[in-house]
Antibody, heavy 118, light 108 residues
Framework: QLQLLESGPGLVKASETLSLICTVS??????????WGWIRQPPGKGLEWIGS???????YYDSSLKSRVSMSVDTSKNQFSLRLTSVTEVDTAVYYC??????????WGQGTVVTVSS | EIVMTQSPATLSVSPGERATLSCRAS??????LAWYQQKPGQAPRLLIY???TRATGIPVRFSGSGSGTEFTLTISTLQSEDFAVYYC??????????FGGGTKVEIK
């Protein structure tokens, strides 16, 4: 059974870089069938797609975050990661990692809370 | 970018009643639509994919319909555990993947 588990600092200072890792079990990251994505949810708000990456490292990002975000895949560790630079308080959110096919719905991790402190 | 619009924002329903949630896409997305349920403090849970296919383990009281730009999630007989926020998401044309703003189903 697929499981995704986010990990990383729960508190990041403003202007610094947010880094998260998603560890995948129950299926290989090295799969041509799936993308590996990040979605966030600010407190009391809806879901925002951040970006998705495939196992070759081809990534797609939301245009509003494109200048600050990067993703990578580590097939040897069955993990993928998110980096978001120059964070501000508006980046405070629950961050979810997920798996999805090209034309398909998402399977979600449990989420991790990230707070940006000023 | 395909904009997803959900209505109503809040739906007040009594247990045992029927709930009908709507999702509209700004352009045709064929049937490439998913519905998720989210309870406080939890990750979203997939209910429906490809507009009308129930995900594994989802009760039959949840049903999805629609194609093109208009979609509906119906909960036939609301149970206490169904009070939650529901999101639709399109995956027909991405990037970006886009979500609706959510419908909160609350106890009347």
């Amino acid at each position: 059974q697929l499981q995704l588990l986010e990990s990383g600092p729960g508190l990041v200072k403003a202007s610094e870089t947010l880094s998260l890792i998603c560890t995948v079990s129950g299926g290989p990251v090295r799969s041509s069938t799936y993308y590996w994505g990040w979605i966030r949810q600010p407190p009391g708000k809806g879901l925002e797609w951040i970006g998705s990456i495939d196992y070759t490292g081809s990534a797609y990002y939301d245009s509003s975050l494109k200048s600050r975000v990067s993703m990578s895949v580590d097939t040897s560790k069955n993990q993928f990661s998110l980096r978001l630079t120059s964070v501000t308080e508006v980046d405070t959110a629950v961050y979810y990692c997920a798996r999805h096919p090209d034309y398909g719905a998402m399977s979600w991790g449990q989420g991790t809370v990230v707070t940006v402190s000023s | 970018e395909i904009v997803m619009t959900q209505s109503p924002a809040t739906l007040s329903v009594s247990p045992g009643e029927r709930a009908t949630l709507s999702c509209r896409a700004s352009q045709s997305i064929s049937r490439y639509l998913a519905w998720y349920q989210q309870k406080p403090g939890q990750a979203p849970r997939l209910l429906i994919y490809d507009a009308s296919t129930r995900a594994t383990g989802i009760p039959v009281r949840f049903s999805g319909s629609g194609s093109g730009t208009e979609f509906t999630l119906t909960i036939s007989t609301l149970q206490s555990e169904d009070f939650a926020v529901y999101y639709c998401q399109q995956y027909n044309d991405w990037p970006p993947l886009t979500f609706g703003g959510g419908t909160k189903v609350e106890i009347k």
